[in-house]
């Protein structure tokens, strides 16, 4: 399937309702010219207002809430009312709703990445049922959408890392073949006061008074815009130096982009629409005040949270990436009805004609993928000693620890020093591997998670300490008795 | 920018070339630091390479002449210096002005359409 081939409103633009069985006003949509409605139900009681919102060209997209819903499968009240705003002309559906959050979890099995087994594993064999039913239907499944939670067991680029990598090692083919039928990515771009407008240069943003809708130089590409690179260099939404070892997802378009990364890195993509089903420029301005939660970007004001919404959706129309496919604001309610009245951007949306986008004829998948060739991806089992040995310092483990204490490990043994454990895939069987990790207790997890479960031949050797002593006498002793892996 | 970037340290040279002369270097960068070429050979074809060779003057011909040799495609950044110190000072350099090849890098360009 190509990425023109999907059917929706070509206009970005998009409000999410204000919860399930509460009204929503198509007219009102109208008048803003939305291009998309995310609706959340009970059942089918949004059913009548599918066929006015498809009279405007709004796309709907729809999920069904269930409380504290955890990774369960669907039931048979689902598929009833799917067929049924099937029927009435809906494509896009929703299933899981931040996986990644307790909220949405029972109480008793709260949700954690590093739980492959009972948290990840059933959340995506329940997942590609539910996608594989809404492809026989003859919609559109979408990829869960995570909250942009960081740190421990939420956080969200472990979590897409965890979810690709079992999708990768266990359902590979049946992945694929869902991502050439109808796949989209759901995420939920909250991004604060991640953009701005050029002044004189690049580099040099505008103050919120003097931003206008209307005229360009606007940046919603974070973390690929020239402020942040110039103050982090290399900066991505999934990789990054020091401070940001896993990235910085948390831009319009930032989990659109690790969605789009790691589908083609693991998968062979390609590209498949992304749309921000919840989101937008938060939180929402009040009267006279300034929200800059990010002081490397001008803050927003009550009325230029309404230029700069208007500017988002012509940038996605105009600029962005060719997958963004639109965002629906949170929400309906925040936009009309907030202590202060209607936002002024529900004002400027109506008063500014959409732009529309248009989507050029991209693959889902463009090549067999890297699992083509039937040969076991990375390093084979160990004879002897291993082949190749690799140290590891993992995200977040001080640095100076180990060039302050590892002279003497590293000119006996010299392993070779790497901060991303990608590499070892490229590793051909015929070799093997011992890997030496440096990490907190807080990440050790994470890293045997992310290297003993997926290369189960590769020798695994954690070294991880409180306190920098900890880890000094472990190497020291180490290199005193010529034991590479203690 | 490579794909992936390399910090050669022949096995020749002593612990401080990488834990002194680079340390700063490394902890800005992140390369992966080794001590011969095999490993880079498993690069797949389509993924782009730099390498960033330290060497002293009686190596670094050797050492160019290697990467030439082996690594046709690759980016070779060589260093040339026969202490430490003046290693360091380079090295530190480039994490200071946060030029990773020791010239200014084009920022990180805004993922673009890509064409069938």
């Given at each position: 399937m190509r990425?023109?081939?999907?059917?929706?409103?070509?206009?970005?633009?998009?409000?999410?309702?204000?919860?399930?069985?509460?009204?929503?006003?198509?007219?009102?949509?109208?008048?803003?010219?939305?291009?998309?409605?995310?609706?959340?139900?009970?059942?089918?009681?949004?059913?009548?207002?599918?066929?006015?919102?498809?009279?405007?060209?709004?796309?709907?997209?729809?999920?069904?809430?269930?409380?504290?819903f955890g990774a369960n499968g669907f039931t048979s009240d689902m598929v009833f009312a799917w067929k049924e705003y099937m029927s009435a002309g809906v494509r896009w559906f929703e299933f899981y709703n931040e996986p990644n959050l307790e909220a949405e979890w029972p109480v008793e099995t709260p949700p954690d990445f590093n739980n492959v087994a009972g948290c990840i594993a059933p959340l995506m064999e329940n997942w590609m049922d539910f996608a594989e039913k809404i492809i026989e239907m003859g919609g559109y499944p979408a990829f869960p959408a995570l909250a942009e939670a960081v740190g421990r067991g939420e956080d969200v680029t472990s979590w897409l890392v965890t979810m690709f990598a079992y999708l990768s090692d266990n359902a590979y083919d049946r992945f694929r073949n869902i991502a050439n039928n109808g796949l989209w990515c759901a995420t939920h771009p909250y991004f604060y006061n991640h953009f701005y407008q050029e002044g004189a240069n690049a580099r040099q943003a505008r103050s919120p008074e003097e931003q206008r809708a209307d005229e360009g130089g606007w940046h919603f590409e974070y973390p690929y815009d020239p402020l942040t690179q110039a103050d982090h260099p290399g900066l991505t939404a999934v990789s990054g130096g020091p401070d940001y070892p896993l990235g910085d997802p948390i831009g319009l378009t930032g989990m659109g982009q690790a969605f789009i990364l790691k589908f083609q890195e693991l998968f062979g993509g390609g590209a498949v629409p992304v749309v921000g089903t919840e989101g937008g420029i938060t939180p929402v301005p009040s009267p006279g005040g300034v929200r800059q939660l990010d002081q490397r970007f001008p803050g927003f004001t009550w009325n230029s949270h309404a230029e700069a919404t208007v500017a988002l959706f012509n940038w996605l129309a105009?600029?962005?990436?060719?997958?963004?496919?639109?965002?629906?604001?949170?929400?309906?309610d925040e936009y009309w009805e907030g202590p202060s009245g209607p936002?002024?951007?529900?004002?400027?949306?109506?008063?500014?004609?959409?732009?529309?986008?248009?989507?050029?004829?991209?693959?889902?998948?463009?090549?067999?993928?890297?699992?083509?060739?039937?040969?076991?991806?990375?390093?084979?089992?160990?004879?002897g000693s291993p082949d190749y040995h690799f140290l590891v310092v993992a995200p977040g483990f001080n640095t100076a620890w180990f060039f302050d204490n590892a002279r003497d490990y590293w000119e006996r043994f010299r392993p070779t020093?790497?901060?991303?454990?990608?590499?070892?895939?490229?590793?051909?069987?015929?070799?093997?591997?011992?890997?030496?990790?440096?990490?907190?207790?807080?990440?050790?997890?994470?890293?045997?998670?992310?290297?003993?479960?997926?290369?189960?031949?590769?020798?695994?050797?954690?070294?991880?300490?409180?306190?920098?002593?900890?880890?000094?006498?472990?190497?020291?002793?180490?290199?005193?008795s010529g034991r590479r892996f203690g | 920018m490579a794909d992936y970037h390399f910090l050669y340290i022949d096995p020749s040279l002593g612990a401080d070339w990488f834990l002194v002369a680079a340390r700063r270097y490394w902890e800005r960068f992140r390369p992966i630091v080794v001590n011969g070429f095999d490993l880079i050979t498993y690069v797949p074809t389509h993924r782009s390479i730099a390498i960033t060779t330290l060497a002293r003057r009686d190596m670094a011909q050797k050492i160019a002449d290697d990467v030439k040799k082996t690594f046709p495609r690759a980016r070779h950044d060589p260093l040339v210096y026969d202490f430490v110190e003046e290693m360091k000072l380079t090295l530190d350099g480039r994490a200071d002005l946060e030029q990773r090849f020791g010239v200014p890098e084009n920022v990180t360009p805004t993922p673009t359409r890509k064409s069938r």
């Open positions: 990425l023109d081939e999907y059917q929706w409103s070509h206009n970005p633009r998009g409000m999410h309702n204000t919860q399930a069985a509460h009204f929503f006003d198509v007219e009102r949509l109208a008048r803003m010219h939305m291009g998309w409605a995310k609706i959340v139900a009970v059942d089918r009681e949004f059913m009548n207002v599918i066929p006015k919102m498809l009279a405007n060209n709004i796309t709907p997209i729809v999920r069904l809430w269930r409380p504290r105009q600029i962005g990436p060719p997958w963004m496919f639109g965002l629906t604001l949170w929400k309906d936002l002024p951007a529900t004002r400027r949306l109506m008063e500014t004609p959409p732009a529309f986008k248009s989507v050029p004829p991209i693959d889902a998948l463009e090549g067999p993928g890297p699992h083509v060739v039937k040969v076991p991806v990375g390093p084979g089992p160990i004879h020093v790497i901060s991303s454990t990608d590499y070892i895939a490229y590793l051909p069987y015929a070799k093997s591997l011992g890997i030496t990790v440096l990490a907190t207790p807080d990440v050790a997890g994470f890293m045997t998670q992310q290297i003993k479960q997926r290369w189960p031949t590769v020798y695994f050797d954690l070294i991880t300490g409180e306190q920098e002593a900890d880890v000094a006498t472990v190497l020291r002793e180490r290199a005193a | -």
